[in-house]
């Protein structure tokens, strides 16, 4: 028993082919395309993946539609970024999953390394974050217009092996409009989450990290002076500081991510109150 693998890009010629590298066992690869202009369809045929194209609208509509509206050929769908790298290890456990009938879980999630200039940026980048990469597309759903969210219609198990995420490979001006954009969406959830006056106060002691996470986030925005506290809690309190130069220049720029937001959100505010911007 194998798996499937589902990969989204747009203009990915920089990462894919290390991507597909590193999952050359795979028989049924496929590329959900957002109209790339560069060479990522050509390296993705190359590679003998299966192309298909969708306009991009969010992140959660583009995923549905890759989990939903194609067709796989293994029951259990791996889901790597095009900037993301798949070691044996994590080969190994996802195909002895797969491999088993009986298993009850409707998707898994695992940790990942972030690297940044050469470096895996372990403390900078509030390690470990579990993110979903294995699932069952019949029994998955995701939520939320930017930083998507999946619901599952069973448990949620845990891959102990990581994947490698070199989230700057396309360059920081690639990287900077990317959060640009996200940093939209934040500010829009931002303020809907503000509105709704409730903080999620039993999510604290969740003994799930993902919930004790999205409740920290909730709570920071409603903090003062939130990207200088992203900077303290990311550097002094996580020890980002242990990551050298680089953990120093990537909390600033998530430091900087969180004031796109915050300055949006004001933006938001005075729209509405029809005052010039």
Same mark, same amino acid.
């Given at each position: 028993?194998?798996?499937?693998?589902?990969?989204?890009?747009?203009?990915?010629?920089?990462?894919?082919?290390?991507?597909?590298?590193?999952?050359?066992?795979?028989?049924?690869?496929?590329? *959900?395309?957002?109209?790339?202009?560069?060479?990522?369809?050509?390296?993705?045929?190359?590679?003998?993946?299966?192309?298909?194209?969708?306009?991009?609208?969010?992140?959660?509509?583009?995923?549905?539609?890759?989990?939903?509206?194609?067709?796989?050929?293994?029951?259990?769908?791996?889901?790597?970024?095009?900037?993301?790298?798949?070691?044996?290890?994590?080969?190994?456990?996802? *195909?002895? %999953?797969?491999?088993?009938?009986?298993?009850?879980?409707?998707?898994?999630?695992?940790?990942?390394?972030?690297?940044?200039?050469?470096?895996?940026?372990?403390?900078?980048?509030?390690?470990?974050?579990? %993110?979903?990469?294995?699932?069952?597309?019949?029994?998955?759903?995701?939520?939320?217009?930017?930083?998507?969210?999946?619901?599952?219609?069973?448990?949620?198990?845990? *891959?102990?092996?990581?994947?490698?995420?070199?989230?700057?490979?396309?360059?920081?001006?690639?990287?900077?409009?990317?959060?640009?954009?996200?940093?939209?969406?934040?500010?829009?959830?931002?303020?809907?989450?503000?509105?709704?006056?409730?903080?999620?106060?039993?999510?604290?002691?969740?003994?799930?990290?993902?919930?004790?996470?999205?409740?920290?986030?909730?709570?920071?925005?409603?903090?003062?002076?939130?990207?200088?506290?992203?900077?303290?809690?990311?550097?002094?309190?996580?020890?980002?500081?242990?990551?050298?130069?680089?953990?120093?220049?990537?909390?600033?720029?998530?430091?900087?991510?969180?004031?796109? %937001?915050?300055?949006?959100?004001?933006?938001?505010?005075?729209?509405?109150?029809?005052?010039?911007?």
């Amino acid at each position: 028993m194998s798996i499937s693998v589902l990969i989204m890009t747009l203009n990915e010629e920089e990462s894919l082919p290390a991507c597909l590298a590193s999952l050359t066992w795979c028989d049924d690869i496929v590329v *959900l395309d957002s109209y790339s202009t560069d060479k990522t369809l050509e390296i993705a045929k190359a590679a003998g993946a299966r192309v298909y194209q969708h306009k991009y609208e969010t992140e959660t509509k583009q995923r549905m539609y890759g989990l939903k509206e194609i067709e796989f050929k293994h029951k259990w769908v791996y889901m790597p970024d095009a900037d993301e790298i798949t070691p044996e290890d994590l080969r190994d456990e996802m *195909l002895a %999953i797969a491999a088993d009938p009986d298993r009850p879980e409707a998707m898994f999630s695992a940790r990942y390394k972030n690297m940044f200039m050469g470096r895996w940026i372990k403390h900078s980048s509030l390690y470990p974050t579990w %993110i979903t990469r294995l699932a069952r597309p019949e029994r998955i759903q995701y939520e939320r217009e930017c930083h998507s969210r999946p619901v599952g219609d069973g448990p949620t198990g845990r *891959l102990q092996s990581h994947f490698v995420h070199y989230s700057f490979n396309k360059g920081m001006t690639a990287w900077f409009d990317k959060h640009n954009r996200y940093s939209g969406f934040e500010a829009r959830e931002s303020l809907q989450i503000l509105r709704s006056k409730k903080i999620p106060w039993t999510s604290f002691f969740s003994a799930t990290p993902e919930a004790r996470r999205r409740a920290l986030k909730e709570f920071s925005y409603r903090l003062p002076f939130r990207p200088a506290a992203r900077f303290a809690y990311m550097y002094f309190l996580r020890g980002g500081f242990l990551d050298g130069w680089q953990g120093y220049h990537y909390c600033r720029l998530i430091a900087s991510y969180e004031y796109m %937001i915050v300055i949006k959100m004001r933006e938001l505010q005075r729209r509405e109150l029809g005052l010039s911007v």
